[in-house]
């Protein structure tokens, strides 16, 4: 056992260095999602794209947070819950259609704000609204990365759960037919799409730390002023005695 001791510490502490990527496949357990193909619900294509991205991540060095790992219910704000807890440096929100033409992405429509008060309690369903400037710019990246295949791109802004509930930089993904019919239940499309993305978070590893706004400086402490010292009271000034009266000439007598 004590052998084991040390590795396990290592391993920890090796684990704890990655980088952190949560990984979100919409729907499941009793809610199906749309219709991509006979008997395939958007529910199946979006766990198995979750998991074939989640495989290409962990061989790049990530650590990976899936919101389910299996056809279980799970509600929004559990999603967002378990993404503001463990800090990922990008949270991957995957979706399916069976309309549209290729690779839909969308950020936030919430605005982001002038300023950010760390200590300012967060609004629910604006806590997306801190983290729209990253969000933006993964988004970016994963538009020009797609650009680059033959896979049709677009992108917008929207406004969803759990994606505005969440508290770091988020990209939601729908996958959609391919002009040639291709749908997104067929695995070298799936292949494709978690492929570019992957790709696309090597370059954000790098990139994510030097868009984080630093903490606002502390405050410096006041150091009180030591109150002035009370002058030394000066010693009283001595009365002078009075003069003795001299005698006058009847006492004299």
Excluded at 214 to 233: G, L, M, Q, S, Y
């Amino acid at each position: 056992m004590k052998l084991l001791i040390p590795s396990l510490l290592l391993a920890v502490s090796a684990a704890a260095q990655q980088p952190l990527v949560l990984i979100d496949p919409a729907r499941g357990g009793s809610k199906g999602g749309s219709h991509i193909a006979d008997r395939v619900e958007e529910k199946q294509v979006t766990l198995q794209v979750a998991q074939r991205l989640g495989n290409l991540l962990r061989a790049r060095g990530f650590a990976v947070q899936m919101t389910r790992e299996s056809d279980v219910d799970t509600t929004n704000d559990q999603r967002a819950s378990i993404a503001n807890t463990t800090h990922p440096i990008a949270c991957i929100l995957l979706y399916a259609s069976s309309t549209g033409n290729g690779v839909h992405l969308f950020t936030t429509t919430l605005p982001q704000p002038s300023m950010v008060d760390p200590a300012a309690p967060v609004v629910w369903d604006e806590a997306q609204s801190a983290y729209a400037a990253r969000s933006q710019a993964l988004a970016s990246g994963m538009r020009e990365a797609f650009g680059r295949t033959r896979i049709p791109i677009a992108s917008g802004t929207t406004w969803t759960r759990p994606l505005d509930n969440m508290q770091c930089p988020a990209v939601a993904i729908e996958m959609g037919p391919q002009k040639d019919g291709t749908t997104a239940d067929d695995p070298p499309y799936q292949n494709r799409v978690a492929d570019t993305i992957a790709g696309v978070l090597l370059f954000w590893r790098n990139k994510v730390g030097s868009m984080t706004p630093p903490a606002p400086p502390k405050p410096e402490p006041v150091v009180p002023t030591p109150a002035p010292k009370p002058a030394t009271p000066q010693a009283a000034p001595v009365a002078p005695k009075p003069a003795t009266p001299k005698p006058t000439g009847a006492a004299q007598q």
